[in-house]
């Protein structure tokens, strides 16, 4: 086999395999979110929505500072 195929399916492999475990993980975290609101856990759900808006913010502000740099 080729190097530059067998380098290819290498690739395409882990990134397959990263996307079933970060799929997973999301599966995960929605199961624990319906689990709590089910028990009437307010704190982690609310919890868990503030690390969501932090991670969204830190999200737009690495594209702002990207953007204003001019790096992307």
Partial sequence: MDDLV???IMVVVIL???AAV???G???VVLL???A???GDVVFVLASFGI???LCAAYLGIG???HRTGLI
């Fill in 37 to 39: 609101l089910a028990t």
């Fill in 6 to 8: 067998a380098g290819g």
């Fill in 33 to 35: 979110e319906l689990d």
């Fill in 52 to 54: 969501l808006l932090t």
């Fill in 26 to 28: 999301l599966v995960q």
């Fill in 16 to 18: 397959f395999t990263a």
């Fill in 22 to 24: 970060i799929l997973a």
């Fill in 64 to 66: 702002r500072w990207l």
